[in-house]
């Protein structure tokens, strides 16, 4: 399969991004140490925006934080774009 990478690749990150937010929620919960925004923004960055986002509508996590509830829909939405045009570049050449 010609994008088998890129697949196995979004997959995990988007599965870490899910981790990585419910293990964030159970920790504001229990007042203990937090995993910093910059790594929830990272993880979003690097392809997980989607799973992150889910993860955080589902659990109700950081969801009073506009920048989160706006900026992860704006990041997926750059990264479907992409993503479309980089497969149609190399599918169709020049389009």
Known sequence: MKYEFLIIYLIVVNIVGAIVNIVDKQRAKKNK??????????????????GSYITMKTIRHK?????????????????????????????????
């Not at 509830?69 to 190399?90: D, E, H, N, R, W």
């Open 33 to 50: 140490w937090r995993i910093p925004e910059a790594t929830l923004w990272t993880i979003a960055l690097l392809g997980g925006s989607i």
């Open 63 to 95: 969801t009073q934080h506009k920048s989160f509830m706006i900026g992860f829909p704006a990041i997926i939405s750059f990264q479907v774009a992409i993503i479309t045009y980089l497969i149609l570049k190399t599918e169709f050449g020049s389009f």
